[in-house]
C-alpha cells in the first residue's frame, strides 16, 4: 500500500481539527474533524478557495437553519425542507462544491432545539469552520505540493511508455492484444496530465521576476502534452494497420522504422535537454530527422509506381508521422528559447515523486 501526500495530510488535519477543537473547548470536536475531511485540498490555492466558499456556503447552510428550527422547529420533514432550500441557494450561488459539508452544517445545527439555541448554533458552525481551517493550515505548512515536478514526471513516464510500444510495433515484436489492452491505460495517464498541467498553472507566483517564467513554462509544457498526445494518436494509428505495415513492401518498412527511431530519440532528448541531462550540442544532430519536407519526399517516392498504389491506406499513418515530426520542431524551438531566457530558472526538482 503507498501512502500518499493527501492521504497524510487528511489524517494531520483531522488530528489538528480535533485537538484545536478541544483547546477551544467546544463540544462535538468529530464535526471538525468531519469538515476537515471535506476540506482538504490538493493544492494551496484550491484551499484558499475553499475557505472562502465553504464560508459562504456554511453561513448560508447556517443561517437557513436557526431561521427555520426558530420558526417550525427541527421536525425531520423541516431538516429535510431545509436541505432543499440550502442546496437550491448554493446552485443559485454558483458554489456547487460546499454544499455536502453545508448539508453537514444544517444537520447538526438542526439536530437540537434548547434554549440557548443561538449560541448552541454558533458553536457548531465555529467547530466546522474550525474543521476547514484546520486543512487549510496543513495543506499551507505540510509538504505543499510539486506539481511542476509531478507534472514533468508523468510527462517523461508517459512519453517513455508510448516510445516503447511505437518501436514495438515498427520491429512486428509487439502483442496486438496486449498493446490493446495498455492503450486504456495510456489514456488514463492522459488524463492525468492534464489534471497535473491544470494544477501547476493554479499554483501561485509571488515575484514578478517568476512570472515571465511560469507563464512560458506553461507554454512549454502545454507544447510537452501536446506532443505526446500526438505521439500516442501515431501509436494508435500503427496499431490500427498494424497488418498492412506487416505486409507492406521491406524497404518501406525500414523506411518507417528508421524515420520513427530518429523522432522518438529526439523526443526523448527533448525532455533530457529541458532537464540539462543532456548536452545541447548533441541534440542538434538530429534535426536532420524531423525534416517534415525531406520525410514526406521519401514516403512520396513509394507512390510514384504502379505496384505501390495499394498502400495508400497507410497515408494517415504517414500523416501523422508528418504531423508528430512538426510538434517536435516546435517543441525543440520552445525548449531552445526557454533556456536562452532562464537559464536560472530550468531546474526541476527531479528528487521529489511524491504522489498527492
Not at 469538515?35 to 475553499?50: D, E, G, H, L, V
Not at 437557513?64 to 437550491?88: E, K, M, S, T
Not at 441557494?89 to 454558483?94: D, G, I, Q, R, V
Request: overall charge negative; glycine content about 2%; aromatic content about 10%.
Amino acid at each position: 500500500m503507498k501512502l500518499g501526500a493527501r492521504m497524510i495530510k487528511t489524517g494531520l488535519a483531522i488530528s489538528l481539527s480535533i485537538y484545536l477543537a478541544m483547546l477551544f473547548q467546544l463540544d462535538q470536536p468529530v464535526y471538525a474533524a468531519i469538515a476537515a475531511t471535506f476540506a482538504i485540498q490538493p493544492s494551496i490555492y484550491r484551499s484558499y478557495q475553499t475557505i472562502l466558499e465553504q464560508v459562504q456556503g456554511n453561513l448560508v447552510g447556517a443561517l437557513f437553519a436557526i431561521i427555520f428550527v426558530i420558526l417550525l422547529g427541527n421536525n425531520p420533514f423541516v431538516i429535510g425542507f431545509v436541505v432543499v432550500l440550502v442546496i437550491a441557494a448554493h446552485l443559485k450561488m454558483k458554489i456547487e462544491k460546499t454544499i455536502p459539508l453545508s448539508i453537514v452544517t444544517v444537520i447538526v445545527i438542526m439536530e437540537s432545539h434548547t434554549e440557548n439555541f443561538i449560541g448552541f448554533a454558533v458553536d457548531r458552525f465555529l467547530l466546522i469552520m474550525l474543521g476547514v481551517l484546520s486543512a487549510f493550515l496543513v495543506n499551507l505548512v505540510f509538504m505543499p505540493p510539486k506539481y511542476e515536478t509531478k507534472l514533468y514526471y508523468k510527462i517523461s513516464d508517459h512519453t517513455d511508455e508510448i516510445i516503447k510500444w511505437i518501436r514495438m510495433i515498427t520491429r512486428h515484436a509487439s502483442e496486438h492484444s496486449a498493446i490493446k489492452e495498455d492503450l486504456t491505460h495510456l489514456k488514463e495517464n492522459r488524463f492525468k496530465m492534464d489534471q497535473y498541467y491544470l494544477l501547476y498553472k493554479e499554483e501561485r507566483t509571488y515575484f514578478r521576476s517568476n512570472k515571465y517564467s511560469k507563464t512560458r513554462k506553461l507554454v512549454l509544457y502545454r507544447q510537452m502534452i501536446h506532443t505526446t498526445n500526438k505521439a500516442l494518436e501515431l501509436l494508435k494509428s500503427l496499431h490500427s494497420h498494424e497488418n498492412e505495415l506487416y505486409n507492406m513492401p521491406e524497404p518501406l518498412q525500414e523506411l518507417i522504422q528508421l524515420k520513427l527511431d530518429g523522432l522518438t530519440n529526439f523526443h526523448e532528448q527533448m525532455l533530457l535537454k529541458y532537464t540539462d541531462k543532456i548536452r545541447a550540442q548533441h541534440t542538434l544532430e538530429m534535426d536532420a530527422e524531423i525534416n517534415k519536407k525531406a520525410l514526406m519526399k521519401c514516403i512520396m517516392t513509394y507512390y510514384n509506381s504502379p505496384e505501390n498504389e495499394e498502400w495508400i491506406e497507410l497515408f494517415p499513418v504517414f500523416a501523422l508521422i508528418i504531423d508528430y515530426s512538426d510538434q517536435l520542431e516546435h517543441l525543440n524551438t520552445l525548449v531552445e528559447s526557454f533556456k536562452n531566457y532562464h537559464q536560472d530558472d530550468s531546474e526541476v526538482q527531479l528528487d521529489q515523486r511524491l504522489e498527492n
